[in-house]
């Protein structure tokens, strides 16, 4: 996370296609991706980053293997320069909330996020105040992404205890809110309550 006098965050992406319950944004620096589970803001609206890919700028034309007599990954990209111009990074954020006025909702925003809206991860200190009710594990549960929802549930939580002075308190509240949500699902409860370390 890049920060400019400790305050402020950079910029990390840019909205590039986006619906009501999520949206995909491009990063700015090739592999800057945030972590799985990261929170992350566009405008007044919250996303979790539930999944990423580095791909071919150019749809359907995929890269090729460059580094036969390279001596490391970072010689192929001095060798070939140009790659970072071919290629890009993105990412998907399943929306998790979004504020209204001065209050912070953990439901759908009445609006998708703007195209070309700047992306930043969000601060510390936003993360404890979005991470005070878990609401948005309502949200996570139920959405449909080629990465399971164990995964991404767990991802976040762990993302999110880094922000709280007692992160074992704030993991344990965690569990037992997923308790009550999976209650009649225990093998799903186990599988990410096994995951949060």
């Known amino acids: 996370m890049r920060f400019i006098n400790n305050q402020t965050p950079n910029k990390i992406a840019e ?34 980053v539930a999944e990423a890919m580095t791909s071919s700028l150019e749809p359907g034309r995929k890269p090729i293997a460059r580094g036969k007599d390279e001596a490391s990954e970072e010689a192929v990209y001095e060798s070939s320069p140009q790659l970072s111009k071919l290629l890009r990074s993105e990412f998907i954020a399943v929306v998790a909330g979004h504020k209204d006025g001065d209050n912070l909702r953990q439901y759908l925003p009445p609006q998708p996020a703007r195209i070309h809206g700047f992306v930043y991860l969000c601060q510390p200190d936003e993360v404890r105040e979005f991470s005070q009710s878990f609401g948005f594990l309502n949200i996570l549960t139920n959405v449909a992404l080629p990465v399971p929802t164990e995964e991404l549930i767990a991802a976040t939580l762990r993302q999110m205890s880094r922000a ?34």
């Open 15 to 48: 909205v590039i296609e986006a619906s009501t319950a999520q949206f995909a944004a491009q990063c700015y620096e090739l592999y800057e991706i945030p972590p799985l589970g990261s929170l992350v803001k566009t405008g007044d609206i919250y996303g979790i």
């Open 164 to 197: 709280h002075e007692d992160s074992r308190a704030f993991l344990v509240a965690a569990g037992k809110e997923l308790a009550n949500l999976l209650s009649a699902d225990f093998i799903r409860l186990k599988n990410i309550l096994g995951r949060l370390q």
